[in-house]
């Protein structure tokens, strides 16, 4: 192939790049949207059958996941590319940046859940065996390979301080709630999203807390360092090019 030709072939492959992203990120906020409600649907039932006599508390537990909080994020960011690409908002560096939260929270989502916690049983019926599969896996690897796909991000790795906000405050509200929070299904005088945040789990209590907590920071920040990595990569190739 000469060089004319390639030439002529970039701009078809671009285009249509372009069009599966857009129909790839319309149906992936859409499944996130079915799986987050239709989890959601589940777990109301599976409250009343059981018999709690808080369903609002349950429902703040439920919206106090880090998996659903980062798939409502990478849900509202996905329908903002969409739009964007049917030509409204226009992206900015600042949307980039939450673009990299977005999809750092996600991946770490995907690597955390389906590590150490895949293998823990639930109770029969409080799960939608599906939509756990959309949030926790395929979700996850739709935003990575998006940020692979995509056009190359306008981020720094400076932009990790904000990566980090957003998991640290919810590391301090789940920390600093969990102890005054009724467990509903145990009848334990504190709650828990994660069994690796609980200090009842370790032998050191608190110690192996921070221990794991030490463990998912490294991992946000090594997983944002990546994305950050990728990006500027392929910035620098868009340029010589």
């Not at 939450?98 to 750092?104: D, F, G, I, R």
Request: glycine share 8%; with cysteine.
């Amino acid at each position: 192939m000469t060089a004319s030709q390639t030439q002529a072939t970039t701009p078809i492959r671009a285009s249509r790049i372009r069009r599966l992203l857009l129909v790839g990120r319309a149906v992936m906020a859409l499944a996130i949207l079915a799986a987050i409600v239709g989890q959601l649907m589940t777990s109301v039932a599976f409250w009343t059958a059981r018999g709690d006599a808080s369903i609002p508390l349950d429902l703040l537990n439920f919206f106090s996941f880090f998996t659903i909080e980062s798939n409502v994020l990478a849900m509202v960011v996905l329908a903002v590319l969409v739009a964007a690409q049917l030509g409204r908002p226009r992206i900015g560096r600042r949307f980039d940046v939450l673009v990299l939260c977005a999809t750092t929270y996600m991946v770490v989502t995907g690597i955390v859940y389906n590590t150490p916690l895949r293998g823990i049983e639930l109770p029969q019926g409080a799960t939608l065996g599906w939509s756990n599969e959309v949030l926790h896996l395929v979700a996850p690897v739709w935003m990575l390979v998006d940020w692979l796909a995509s056009r190359p991000r306008q981020v720094r790795f400076a932009d990790l301080a904000i990566v980090a906000i957003f998991p640290v405050v919810w590391l301090a509200y789940t920390l600093l709630r969990g102890p005054a929070t009724l467990d509903q299904a145990t009848g334990n005088p504190y709650w828990y999203p994660y069994p690796f945040l609980d200090p009842a789990g370790y032998d050191t209590g608190y110690g192996g807390v921070a221990i794991m907590s030490a463990v998912i920071a490294a991992t946000v920040l090594l997983g944002g360092a990546a994305l950050v990595a990728i990006a500027r990569a392929r910035a620098r190739r868009s340029s010589a090019a």
